[in-house]
């Protein structure tokens, strides 16, 4: 079970901001490590009419409440009017590869007919993390039978040569109050190339007892075990983090009870805490993550020691 020990809200856009297209809100913060002194937070930043874009902000290593960089420009803007991405991105993963930084990420697109579309999009930098090209305008991760209007990859690792793909899949939606909201599960697929990713995947997680929604898969291999942060809702409201454990990556068992993290008594993340996002610091793991309204007032962080210090531990963040 881990402790996890809160930091604080590190990074708040509406008054750390660059203003303009980072006016509030820092969606799903995906660290990553640019250099031995660094870590890069990739996060979608809203304007003013809630359209996000992907930027960064660098923390110091050894203490991630002190931030030292923000990006003046998106890393990556939104797409063409009518591509699927029109109305904004949030980060999904980034992967390091000989050919370049690989970023997954979930495009979002507004239908008269829907509360919106999102699907997953791909883009290569080449200059560490700076700027990002799109492969296409058009999704990797498209709509098919059971994703009518979901299939956003939130976590991917390159073992042995195939690509390992965790996403939230949704085809329909929940009404509360009036109100629709997606509902969504986390499926499994791997391929040998990520401009064919084959339709036939396998189920992880299904929301269960009154959720509707679980999502944002986050998967890191710890010695001989995957473990898996994500994101459930259930119909009264509530939206929590939870965490499983695999074997394989696969098959999965719930054991959210070893979360071991709190809503606060007050402030920022006192009433929904979501999108948590690890890396590994030496004998640390720090959390990145979102709190009230999915991340409305920034993001923070929370650290908690390693467990299991063996050296055979590899870890994907």
């Known amino acids: 079970m881990f402790t996890w020990a809160k930091r604080g809200l590190v990074f708040e856009p509406a008054r750390q901001g660059v203003g303009g297209w980072m006016c509030h809100s820092a969606l799903t913060p995906t660290p990553y490590r640019i250099d031995s002194e660094h870590i890069r937070v990739f996060a979608g930043f809203r304007d003013v009419q809630g359209v996000s874009r992907i930027g960064y902000v660098d923390v110091l290593a050894d203490d991630p409440a002190v931030v030292v960089r923000v990006s003046t420009e998106p890393v990556l803007d939104i797409g063409r009017g009518g591509c699927f991405d029109d109305n904004g991105m949030i980060l999904g993963d980034v992967v390091d590869t000989p050919t370049g930084l ?11 007919k ?3 579309l999102a699907f997953t999009g791909l883009a290569i930098s080449t200059d560490g993390g700076e700027h990002f090209r799109r492969i296409q305008e058009t999704p990797i991760l498209d709509r098919a039978r059971g994703r009518s209007t979901i299939a956003a990859v939130h976590s991917v690792m390159h073992e042995n040569g ?15 109050d009036g109100q629709a909201y997606p509902r969504y599960h ?5 391929t040998n190339d990520l401009h064919a990713i084959p339709h036939d995947d396998q189920i992880c997680l299904l929301p269960r007892g009154t959720e509707y929604r679980i999502g944002r898969p986050r998967v890191y291999r710890v010695d001989d075990k995957y ?6 809702g259930n119909i009264t409201g509530e939206y929590f983090p939870g965490l499983a454990y695999s074997d394989d990556g696969v098959h999965w068992e719930r054991d959210d009870e070893s979360l071991g993290l709190s809503l606060s008594a007050n402030g920022w993340d006192s009433r929904t ?21 999915m991340g409305a007032d920034g993001f923070g962080v929370a650290q908690a020691p390693v467990v299991n210090t063996s050296d055979s ?4 963040a």
Do not use: S
């Open 186 to 190: 986390i499926r499994y697929v791997e």
């Open 273 to 293: 805490l979501c999108y948590p996002a690890l890396i590994r610091r030496n004998d640390t793991w720090l959390m990145f993550y979102n709190g009230n309204d």
């Open 114 to 116: 829907a509360k919106f």
């Open 227 to 232: 473990m898996m942060y994500f994101t459930r």
């Open 102 to 112: 690989h970023m997954f990420y979930v495009g979002f697109q507004r239908v008269a």
């Open 313 to 316: 531990a590899h870890v994907h």
């Open 162 to 176: 195939r690509w390992r793909l965790w996403y939230a899949v949704g085809d329909d939606w929940e009404e509360i």
